[in-house]
């Protein structure tokens, strides 16, 4: 019985300095950038490639497209883009703006 105690007390010395090392970082957590909307008419690849479902190839998508054909004139018109359909404008509602 004094054998446990003993091993109890040098485990609960161990924990204490983890405990206080843990207590004292802070908690990182990986979040998206917060952002009121994106302007796909004047957003870059980096900004546009955070957006949910969008990734590289597709932010390059809207660029290109953007280059080839003038600003979008509406946020349907995203849909013209190759891989963005009808699902991922519903998905990017209210995150992004002309």
């Known amino acids: ?5 003993s091993l109890l007390v040098v485990g609960l010395l161990f924990l204490l300095p ?3 090392v843990n207590a004292q970082l802070p ?3 990986k979040q998206m950038p917060q952002f ?3 302007s ?3 957003a870059d690849t980096k900004v546009l490639a955070q957006l949910p479902g ?8 809207i660029v290109d497209y953007r280059q080839e054909n003038g600003d979008f004139e509406n946020l349907s018109d995203l849909s013209n883009v190759k891989g963005i359909g009808k ?3 519903e998905k990017l509602e209210g995150k992004i703006s002309l």
């Open 1 to 5: 019985m004094k054998t446990i105690k």
């Open 18 to 20: 983890i405990t206080a």
């Open 27 to 29: 908690e990182v957590t």
């Open 36 to 38: 009121e909307t994106v």
């Open 40 to 42: 796909i008419n004047n």
């Open 54 to 61: 969008i990734g590289e190839k597709k932010a390059q998508a």
């Open 87 to 89: 699902k991922l404008l």
